[in-house]
């Protein structure tokens, strides 16, 4: 199984600062033939379902606001979220699709 | 707009049985793989199964494998779990999931509001 580890654990920003978070896969998941990475990025608040944001790495899901963006190819992602809103306190996961089971990481706790 | 509702979820003993069951509306179902993410109290997502559009290829986690079985009916717009000696370590809050594609190795790109499943003597 792919193996997916995110950092930090949690990370507390300041509302208009740049939050990172960083994903790193125990092998490639960058399927060659189409050059594409299958990583993918989700949001999730309290007593809510996981919420799509970013998908083939640095694609933006439709109506994700453009403050958020993806990047990274092979093993190493981010997740970048350029000016801080308090919308944006959530847990964030990243996930692989390159093979199955699909796995995703132990999630970041982004706050204020 | 995508729905996914789920049922069929609840309190069930060790070594139960429990089939739960997704509504699909507002896609055309027969064109997507759908998948089940459960999640456990304070954990992150699990992915556990899933179906290709046609319902020919379907995949499980290693955890359920042989205990649970993905089906759909694209007739009804339905997917379906069924869940076969369950273990307390099956308690999670199950999401019927829609990938972005056909094909199993997809992102999620909508998620139902989940069903709780107890496993619990």
């Known amino acids: 199984d792919i193996v997916m580890t995110q950092s930090p654990d949690s990370l507390a920003v300041s509302l208009g600062e740049r939050a990172t978070i960083n994903c790193k896969s125990s092998?490639?998941?960058?399927?060659?033939?189409?050059?594409?990475?299958?990583l993918a990025w989700y949001q999730q608040k309290p007593r809510q379902p996981p919420k799509l944001l970013i998908y083939?790495?640095?694609t933006r899901e439709s109506g994700v606001p453009d403050r958020f963006s993806g990047s990274g190819s092979g093993t190493d992602f981010t997740l970048t979220i350029s000016s801080l809103q308090a919308e944006d306190v959530a847990v964030y996961y990243c996930q692989q699709y390159y093979s199955t089971p699909q796995t995703f990481g132990q999630g970041t706790k982004l706050e204020i | 707009e995508v729905q996914l509702v789920e049922s069929g979820g609840g309190l069930i003993q060790p070594g139960g049985s429990l089939r739960l069951s997704c509504a699909a509306s507002?896609?055309?179902?027969?064109?997507?793989?759908v998948s089940w993410v459960r999640q456990a109290p304070g954990k992150g997502p699990e992915w556990v199964s899933c179906?290709?559009?046609?319902?020919?290829?379907?995949n499980y986690a290693d955890s359920v494998k042989g205990r649970f079985t993905i089906s759909r009916d694209n007739s009804k717009n339905t997917l379906y779990l069924q869940m076969n000696s369950l273990r307390a370590e099956d308690t999670a809050v199950y999401y019927c999931a829609k990938g972005g594609t056909t094909k199993c190795y997809s992102h999620i790109d909508c998620w139902g509001q989940g069903t709780l499943v107890t496993v619990s003597s």
């Open positions: 083939w790495a640095s």
């Open positions: 092998q490639s998941v960058l399927y060659t033939s189409n050059n594409k990475n299958y």
């Open positions: 179906i290709g559009d046609s319902g020919g290829s379907t």
């Open positions: 507002g896609f055309t179902f027969s064109s997507y793989a």
